[in-house]
């Protein structure tokens, strides 16, 4: 399941790299990282490999197991859903707030987000998936409370291996303007009104092929 990997390797690029592994289906939920395996395969010592594994427990995207080790997150068709409401019902919150304060150093941040289309690889979709979680957070930072803004954060870090199934990353950055065109003009109703409807593509995109892969690569519990 593993690739290998060049030797010396930095805690932050284990990170980032079992990160991808698990965000593109590599490492499905339930398999065991052994600590040992990855750090000979990075050639490095356990110490980074333990930072990284680490820092994707603090994303939910490694559960630690006192005495058993190190797995990717396993989760519930239920929980999946409830993470999915709860961020309808935080982003509705977020751009509600931010049309009626965003000023255009914020528009600017948001309008310089996205670096472009450059194809329907693993790598390009992990970037694809990031700059939507950082546009997000971005925007929910408008808002003006932090909180929110945290929360919607570690939210999205939860979903993000759920996200990059939507393959939307073609058409984000045109999503993304007609939201920044409507913020722009502190539209309330129309941005909430193209945010609901990227939430509810994205919901049906993600839930569709959850559905149709249950027995297959997410391993999907019911409740």
Excluded: C
Excluded at 21 to 44: F, K, M
Excluded at 200 to 217: F, Q
């Amino acid at each position: 399941m593993y690739r290998e990997r060049s030797s010396n390797t930095s805690k932050e690029k284990i990170f980032k790299e079992i990160r991808s592994d698990i965000i593109n289906g590599r490492l499905p939920p339930g398999t065991r990282l052994a600590v040992e395996d990855l750090s000979n395969r990075y050639g490095t010592s356990v110490t980074p490999v333990r930072d990284a594994l680490q820092m994707l427990g603090q994303e939910g995207l490694v559960t630690i197991k006192p005495r058993s080790g190190y797995f990717v997150t396993r989760i519930t068709l239920k929980e999946l859903r409830d993470m999915l409401d709860m961020r309808e019902i935080l982003e509705l919150a977020a751009v509600e707030r931010a049309a009626r304060r965003i000023d255009p150093d914020q528009i600017a941040d948001l309008k310089a987000l996205h670096s472009g289309y450059t194809g329907d690889d693993d790598a390009s979709y992990t970037r694809y998936t990031d700059e939507n979680r950082r546009f997000h957070h971005l925007l929910a930072e408008a808002s003006g409370n932090r909180e929110l803004a945290d929360t919607l954060r570690r939210l999205h870090e939860r979903l993000a291996r759920f996200m990059v199934i939507r393959h939307a990353g073609k058409d984000l950055p045109d999503i993304h303007g007609k939201l920044i065109e409507k913020l722009t003009k502190h539209d309330v109703a129309g941005a909430k009104q193209v945010l609901e409807e990227e939430l509810r593509e994205t919901r049906r995109a993600i839930l569709d092929r959850v559905m149709a892969e249950m027995s297959g690569n997410w391993e999907v519990g019911s409740v």
